[in-house]
């Protein structure tokens, strides 16, 4: 009796670890490649209808506007204010962005009056809850791998200014007004 009381945190102990190791092994194997972004090399994981060499092409006028012409900071205010020009915005590579289509929320579901009278699909509208306004038609989560989405019947147009935010943001600018 004395030995089996002994045995018992013994045992624990080990049956403790091998369920941990086991749950360890688990949580290391769903983490899988395919669905993970932060890989070395990756410039753009893809879910949209674009190429790579567009989604390339819009990195590049993005930065070529920062450098440039340049971009306001504040887009709420009337007229936009804040222009920043920034020649560094040339150096910066994207690294493991994801841009992700969205499909447009119909008209008929969206709130009367936040479209033009007689707006047809696709509507261009997504929803953001993350975002001050609901309703957008893209958005940008600054992560260690930012994220864009886009109304999948504007991604084209719409990555090149979240792109913008993304290397604005890299850059040490705030672009919570963009």
């Known amino acids: 009796m004395k030995n089996s009381i002994?045995?018992?945190p013994v045992f624990c102990s080990i049956f403790f670890a091998v369920v941990l190791s086991l749950c360890a092994m688990?949580?290391?194997?769903?983490?899988?490649?395919?669905?993970?972004?932060?890989?070395?090399?990756?410039?753009?994981?893809?879910r949209t209808t674009l190429s790579h060499e567009q989604l390339t092409a819009r990195w590049k006028?993005?930065?070529e506007q920062i450098a440039g012409i340049g971009v306001p900071l504040d887009v709420f205010s009337k007229p936009p204010?804040?222009?920043?020009?920034?020649?560094?915005?040339?150096?910066i590579s994207p690294r493991n962005?994801?841009?992700d289509s969205v499909p447009d929320i119909?008209?008929?579901?969206?709130?009367?009056?936040?479209?033009?009278?007689?707006?047809k699909d696709p509507s261009g509208v997504i929803a953001c809850s993350d975002c001050a306004q609901y309703y957008v038609h893209s958005y940008v989560r600054l992560t260690k791998s930012p994220n864009v989405f886009s109304a999948a019947s504007l991604v084209?147009?719409?990555?090149?200014?979240?792109?913008?935010?993304i290397i604005l943001h890299q850059l040490g600018y705030d672009v919570r007004n963009r």
């Open 6 to 8: 002994r045995l018992r």
């Open 156 to 165: 084209e147009a719409a990555v090149k200014y979240e792109f913008e935010n």
């Open 97 to 99: 962005v994801v841009v």
């Open 61 to 63: 006028q993005a930065q």
């Open 106 to 119: 119909p008209v008929s579901q969206l709130p009367s009056g936040l479209l033009p009278p007689g707006k």
């Open 26 to 46: 688990l949580v290391v194997s769903c983490g899988g490649q395919p669905d993970s972004v932060d890989q070395a090399g990756v410039d753009f994981v893809n």
């Open 81 to 91: 204010t804040n222009y920043i020009r920034d020649s560094r915005a040339l150096a």
